[in-house]
């Protein structure tokens, strides 16, 4: 075995071409070695851990034993290039591109609107490619399972599933027009008859899939693989060194030299660990030749199933088994097939090993307690030779620690055949429904002799209630060796309780929903025993009938197990909901717009469906992000050092072992920045790098400069900073109001007289919810490059931000240049929702710093955790309110007072809270309404602006009010809305007037379309006939202010150019962040120079082509810059007026000739003075919009009461947006804005720890929408016939306002949960705060089994996370 001289070889292939690298670093992983080596940065990097699937590519793999080629999906992120010796990867370049040919995937995710920012594209389309080469005419299960572990923040993913969908052979029709016709065909979904309803897109231009035209696999590494090498190969880096023998023995004999150094499988928990946790291995070994570990062989009792099996190598094994033996046999096959279709993503099951996941040990490991209570061994080997380990409790011994020894290897997993009279099940909870770690996951397995009940093994554990996986011996203890019944099964609920108590303090948290999960886990395995005792026991005496089985609170509890005597009966009905899944097959859905009217131009693309222009680019990896520059000579990176305390003095800071790390070139501090150190916003003060004290972990404090990323980050954890805390930090609102924490000043609107009129009110009711923050997410993290031109200090700052002037300006008095030497360039945004305004601001102006002081080019990406540690995210909010009403359901007096959670500085908080102040009243004409806001001034990271700038938060506290005021009525809430809503023509409480017709036209259009009131009587007999799911509906308005409210940000201007060839290039001061943006600007100058839009091109946004420009926000890019590129275009179309009178049959381009060799001007700007927004605070009055843009959103959810689990059924969307633009931009903001809305109000928490460290730094602590989060069926309807004199071709502006419509599904869950609690005997209101997350939701529930919980003491221990 040649182990340590010299390294060997490696030898791949991407896209065809051989890559063969004779010095491969072990600590390099295929994404960097992708983007950096080899320059394909199609690529991209979402988080680096796996959670996200920006990274996917293609691998695939000879397998000369059955003499086919393998191709499995994979995060590039987390695959080491040591390990690809031998495969073929293939990228999204390698598919298809605009030069050439691009593939029918890229095509259709493009041109059904599936590419808004393009930034997770190349991932989804790799998925879809993979999902493509191993199946071509998939089923609507395999597209969402492939799509499973992809995120995308931008899309809502409707389009990319129907762009996907065109694949399926299945019927895909939603039957939505009965007689068998299609909505896709338009035949119902008309205006007037004989009237065709225009689609987003026309499947029928699609290129067809065509597999022979795939690459082939290289012959090379046919050869290669079949005339495999028996020597151990090992490839040497700087600080790693990777070994992989080819022979068990080899193996054995590695391991026995290096006990510590970890076995590399699928790298899914080493890879995040060294990356994370910044541990070093010297020596990896990689057992991957090693064939005993891929073996699988069948015995008399089971299967024997080789530890390094992927594990979707093991689902398709035991998916092939079940089929091929009796049920009887393959209970625990079945349970396993389960639990590994939920665990994590395609992508990371396809690589992550079966041996990987067991030795890891996680404490919520899927497999392990299934494995455990299904009577699963192991076999080991080492020097010491073989053995067998019973894989049980005594098996795991803590947090990723097991028995085994350092050098024991595991060659194969025994999984038995279960017998006659057993039962095998595995049932987990976690935050979102795929790709997600459980918060519980379970294995149990009972056995009965034949005939009888009585109970002869009992094998329970759990996962996620400890360190490690657990048994719940005594549970079993007290039930063996007794009948499945009542008595023994009501004795057993007390006893897990108490077996697995947490203490109200552990890790992790969700005390109460965990303990309450164990046992509501344990009763849905006693439903499905008692389903199965019933089929197993055949006919016997009678089932006792119980009168009140699962209806009535505490009783049904112990009701539940009923069973005297041999079951017989079916389980009643409503108890079975306890078993049966929720529903998941996504339908096809509506989109519904107005066609173009009939005498339009067919070259004008204005209201037509026109696909985003870069959605083809960014579809094949060319579209260029920030980060996807090419690396310039001399060019450094900069990584931030960061506060680890939340309220300290900093007494010293030592650079001096940084200093030493190699490449470490420099480290930035405070006294570096040559002008102005601090960022001044509404007066208030914000450093740029801390001086003298922090006060917020994630505070940035130095930076550190490195030739490489990976030198930069060393040199960044050697920087030693010494610290002194100082008393009380503040945290919460609570602990804020206590402290009179807070940043001046605070706001108050007051209309009628609210203390008058409580007096003169039926009843008075008083209630509070608070709105949890949310993270941006966009899959771009902050990007930027600042380039020193190298004279008259100038700088070029190429960066990823909403507002390329700000950053200009700032840069400027950091460096103390004039901003005539900073221009900002802006290609294209991988996401922004706000974020990427203010601290993108404070990020450029350090890593200008960095390139003054060293002249050279120094870039900044952050990587995931550092952005969602330092950026901030929207503002927790703290609602209460006071209301008064009529007993007929009128609202005449509201008090609301607004608590947020601004952070450690002011940021845009003050601005925030006006417009939560401005948008109380949401729809509805409260006459006597008060609200006062503050911004508390906490020790946590600041928090900024994020789409809809406090108005999602805002809104939600007059809808809870609103849903309270129904319940203590007695009322359906959708009533008490509609009798409180503005009618005629109105005014708000700050005296805008306004004409609420078309908020009105949205709702009964909503209700129309939705069926409400049908569907409401469908739900209100679903759940009496269910009585552990129930169905909630709700329907929700929205009215949104469009515009700033400061008067001169509602200005814009362009720049446009017509180049002598008749090409025409548009600058304005708005960024693409795939919004679409650009696509509109691009229509409005095709309307207006009267040209195809193929003519024009937009290259950027950038500081030297168009000054002073305002933020990309408030939904006004639109409005704004769409009027000061018509401007620039009116001009110039006007000056080719005269030529074209000379030549009127001539062409474009002859125009043009012409007029250039008249000599008139080309080139024109454009300018738009917006209108005057104002809002007078001391007064309470203003005209703080130019207009209200109207929707209505109607959900219905289907809720799991027993564990919390909801799934949204049916979403319809009506949205007043008046003449669109471009429908299918529109419809992706809508449904984008919908879904993102729905992470806020339903799925996505931020948890900081007790001393205001943030925990939830990526995507597996934090989740957002996944395509298993998107409505079952999801439609949306622009409104039609509407006009608005106010904005550009009548339209109106849409990116913000529907992400409140999100909240619809928090209210869909309300309701259910309210159902739930009837069958509880709870009525009334009843407090559920935001996320209604599946904990809330069940905690809210109210079961028999949450009801067992005892709560902790408030002030009696120390929570793992604070309720900021
Ligand atoms: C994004 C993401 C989501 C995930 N979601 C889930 C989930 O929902 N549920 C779940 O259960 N898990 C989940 N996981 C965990 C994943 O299943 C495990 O990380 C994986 O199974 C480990 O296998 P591996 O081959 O990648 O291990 P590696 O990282 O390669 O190795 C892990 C450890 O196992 C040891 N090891 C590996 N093979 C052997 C062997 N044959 N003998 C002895 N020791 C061995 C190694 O020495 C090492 O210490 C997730 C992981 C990620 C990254
Ligand atoms: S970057 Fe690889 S999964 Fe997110
Ligand atoms: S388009 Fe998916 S993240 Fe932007």
Redesign the pocket.
């Known amino acids: 075995m040649s182990e340590v001289k010299g390294g060997d070889t490696l030898c791949f292939f991407v896209n065809g071409k051989k890559v063969t690298e004779s010095d491969a670093d072990p600590e390099t992983m295929l994404l960097s070695f992708l983007r950096q080596r080899m320059r394909l940065t199609g690529t991209k990097s979402g988080c680096g851990?796996?959670?996200c699937g920006a990274c996917t590519v293609m691998v695939s793999r000879y397998q000369p034993a059955a003499k086919t080629v393998l191709h499995y999906s994979a995060?590039a992120c987390?695959l080491p290039v040591c390990q690809l010796h031998g495969a073929a990867v293939t990228t999204v370049e390698g598919i298809g591109s605009t030069k050439t040919r691009i593939h029918p995937v890229q095509e259709r995710i493009a041109k059904a609107h599936g590419s808004q920012c393009g930034f997770c594209t190349p991932g989804m389309v790799m998925s879809m490619y993979t999902l493509l080469r191993n199946k071509p005419q998939p089923s609507m299960e395999d597209i969402t399972e492939a799509l499973a572990?992809n995120l995308c923040r931008c899309t809502g993913y409707r389009p990319i599933v129907d762009g996907c969908r065109t694949f399926c052979q299945e019927a895909n029709c939603c039957q939505a027009n009965g007689n068998g016709g299609c909505c896709l065909t338009g035949d119902e979904a008309t205006d007037k008859p004989g009237h065709v309803a225009p689609q987003l897109f026309d499947k029928e231009e699609f290129l067809p899939l065509d597999p022979t035209q795939e690459l082939i696999f290289p012959p090379e590494l046919i050869l290669m693989a079949e005339t495999a090498s028996q020597q151990t190969q090992t490839f040497r880096g700087e600080r790693m060194t990777w070994v992989t023998p080819a022979s068990l023995e080899d193996l054995v004999q590695l391991k026995t030299r290096h006990p510590q150094?970890?076995?590399?499988?699928?790298?899914?928990?080493?890879?995040?660990?060294i990356k994370f946790k910044g541990v070093l291995h010297p020596v990896i070994?990689s057992?991957t030749r090693v064939m005993e570990?891929f073996e699988v062989s069948e015995t008399p009792q089971g299967f024997w199933v080789g530890?390094?099996c992927?594990?979707s190598g093991v689902k398709s094994v035991l998916e092939r088994l079940v089929r091929q033996f009796p049920t009887e046999k393959t209970e625990l096959f079945r349970a396993l097939v389960q639990?590994l279709g939920?665990?994590?993503?395609q992508q990371?099951?396809n690589?992550?090993?079966?041996?990987?996941?067991?030795?890891?040990a996680?404490p919520?490991?899927?497999?392990?307690p299934v494995l455990a209570a299904g009577n699963c061994k192991l076999s080991?080997i080492s020097n010491g030779g073989r053995r067998e380990i019973p894989l049980n409790q005594d098996f795991f011994v803590g947090f990723?620690k097991t028995i085994?020894k350092p050098d024991?290897?595991?060659?194969s997993v025994f999984i038995p055949f279960s017998r006659k009279g057993e039962m095998v099940r595995a049932f987990?909870q976690?935050p979102r429904k795929e790709?997600?770690?459980?918060t519980v996951?379970t294995g149990m397995r009972v056995f009965f002799p034949e005939g009888s009940r009585l109970v002869r093994e009992l094998s329970v554990y759990y996962?996620g209630v400890g360190p490690a996986t657990v048994s719940a011996a005594e549970t079993c203890t007290a039930i063996v060796g007794r009948p499945w019944d009542e008595q023994t099964l009501s004795r057993a609920y007390d006893v897990l309780l108490e077996e697995l108590a947490l203490p109200p303090s552990a890790p992790g948290g969700k005390v109460e929903f965990r303990r309450s999960l164990t046992l509501s886990l344990f009763f849905k395995f006693n439903l499905e025993v008692l389903q199965r005792l019933r089929e197993m026991v055949g006919t016997g005496s009678a089932l006792k009938t119980c009168h009140c089985f699962g209806r009535n609170a505490s009783d049904c509890f112990n009701s539940l197990i009923y069973f005297q005597d041999v079951i017989t009966d079916e389980l009643p009905e409503a108890v079975q909901s306890g078993i049966k899944p929720l529903p998941k097959q996504i339908e096809p859905s509506l989109q519904e717009f107005q066609n173009v009217s009939e005498g339009q131009s067919d070259q004008d693309p204005v209201g037509r469906p026109i696909m985003h222009r870069s959605a083809l680019s960014q579809a094949t990896g060319e579209a260029v992000y920030c980060d996807d520059l090419p690396k310039t000579e001399g060019e450094l990176f900069l990584v931030l050092v960061t506060s680890t305390r939340s309220h300290a003095k900093i007494t010293g800071l030592d650079v001096s072992e940084a200093l030493q790390v190699p490449g470490v070139v420099d480290v930035i501090t405070h006294k570096d920045i040559p002008g102005k150190k601090v960022r001044t916003f509404c007066g208030y003060d914000e450093e740029l790098l801390a001086e003298k004290e922090v006060s917020c972990v994630g505070q940035m404090l130095c930076a550190v400069l490195a030739d490489t990323k990976a030198h930069a980050k060393r040199g960044a954890a050697a920087v030693k900073i010494g610290y002194e805390d100082l008393p009380d930090p503040v945290f919460t609102v609570e602990e804020a109001i206590e402290n009179k924490s807070f940043f001046e000043p605070h706001r108050a609107i007051e209309r009628g007289n609210v203390t008058e009129a409580f007096k003169s009110v039926d009843q008075v009711y008083e209630g509070e919810i608070r709105i949890g923050g949310q993270e941006h997410f966009y899959m771009e993290t902050q990007s930027m490059l600042v380039v020193p031109v190298g004279e008259e200090r100038e700088f070029k700052v190429y960066i990823s931000c909403q507002w390329p002037t700000y950053t200009q300006d700032a840069v400027a008095e950091t460096l103390a240049v004039p901003s005539n030497r900073v221009t900002c360039h802006v290609k294209r945004i991988g996401g922004a929702f706000g974020g990427k305004v203010l601290k993108t601001t404070v990020l450029a102006c350090i890593t200008s710093v960095a390139a003054w002081k060293t002249d050279l080019p120094v870039r900044c990406v952050l990587e995931r955790g550092e952005d969602m540690l330092i950026t901030g995210a929207r503002h927790p909010v703290l609602g209460k309110y006071k209301v008064g009403f009529m007993n007929d359901g009128r609202v005449v007096a509201a008090d609301l007072q607004y608590y947020t959670n601004a952070g450690n500085t002011l940021d845009e908080s003050v601005l925030v809270i006006e417009k939560i102040l401005l948008h109380m009243d949401n729809a509805y004409n409260i006459p006597n309404l008060r609200g006062r806001g503050s911004a508390c001034r906490t020790n946590l990271p600041s928090n900024t602006a994020f789409r809809g700038f406090g108005v999602p938060q805002s809104i939600m506290v007059v809808e809870n009010m609103m849903n309270d005021v129904a319940v203590v009525l007695g009322r359906p809430a959708h009533q008490i809305r509609e009798i409180n809503m503005y009618k005629g023509p109105s005014l708000t409480h700050y005296k805008f007037e306004f004409d609420p017709e078309n908020l009105l036209r949205c709702w009964e259009e909503c209700k129309t379309k939705s069926d409400y009131d049908a569907r409401r009587r469908a739900i209100d007999q679903f759940n009496q006939q269910n009585r552990w799911k129930k169905r909630g509906m709700s329907i929700i308005p929205i009215k949104y202010g469009i515009a700033f409210g400061e008067s001169f940000f509602n200005q814009a201007a362009a720049l446009v150019h017509i180049y002598k060839d008749g090409s025409v290039l548009v600058s304005h001061g708005g960024a693409e962040m795939g919004q679409g943006l650009h696509t509109k600007m691009q229509q409005v100058a095709s309307r207006e120079l009267h040209i195809p839009s193929s003519k024009i091109y937009i290259s950027e946004t950038s500081t030297n082509t168009v000054p002073n420009t305002c933020p990309s926000a408030a939904s006004y890019g639109t409005d704004a810059n769409g009027m000061a590129v018509k401007n620039a275009c009116e001009k110039l179309y006007r000056r080719l007026e005269p030529i074209r009178q000379q030549n009127p049959k001539g062409s474009w381009e002859s125009w043009v000739r012409n007029a250039f060799f008249e000599k008139i001007s080309l080139s024109a700007t454009g300018f738009y003075r917006g209108p005057d927004c104002c809002m007078d605070w001391d007064r309470m009055e203003g005209r703080p919009y130019a207009y209200f843009t109207y929707g209505a959103c109607c959900c219905e959810v289907e809720l799991d009461g027993l564990t919390g689990d909801y799934r949204t059924l049916r979403t319809d969307i009506v949205v007043d947006i008046g003449r669109s633009i471009n429908p299918s931009v529109d419809i992706g903001q809508i449904e984008g804005a919908f879904i993102q809305g729905l992470g806020l109000y339903t799925l996505e928490e931020l948890k900081f720890s007790p001393s205001g460290v943030l925990y939830s730094r990526g995507?597996?602590q934090y989740k957002i929408p996944a395509v298993c989060d998107i409505p079952l069926r999801f439609n949306v309807y622009l409104l039609p016939d509407s006009h608005n004199p106010h904005a550009i071709y009548s339209s109106k502006g849409i990116g913000e306002p529907v992400l409140f419509l999100g909240s619809s599904v928090f209210y869909a869950i309300k309701d259910a949960v309210a159902a739930a609690r009837s069958e509880s005997g709870l009525v009334g209101p009843f407090p559920l705060d935001s996320p209604a997350t599946p904990e809330r939701a069940c905690l809210a529930c109210a079961s028999p089994f949450t009801l067992k919980i005892p709560a902790s003491k408030p002030g009696s221990f120390k929570p793992w996370a604070l309720n900021i």
């Open positions: 851990g796996g959670g995060n987390l572990g150094a970890p076995l590399v499988m699928g790298n899914t928990n080493i890879g995040p660990d070994i057992p570990l530890a390094g992927s594990l639990q939920n665990l994590g993503s990371i099951r690589v992550a090993s079966l041996g990987g996941n067991i030795v890891s996680y919520n490991s899927d497999l392990n080991v990723g085994l024991e290897i595991v060659v987990r976690a790709s997600a770690f459980a996951t996962g995507p597996s």
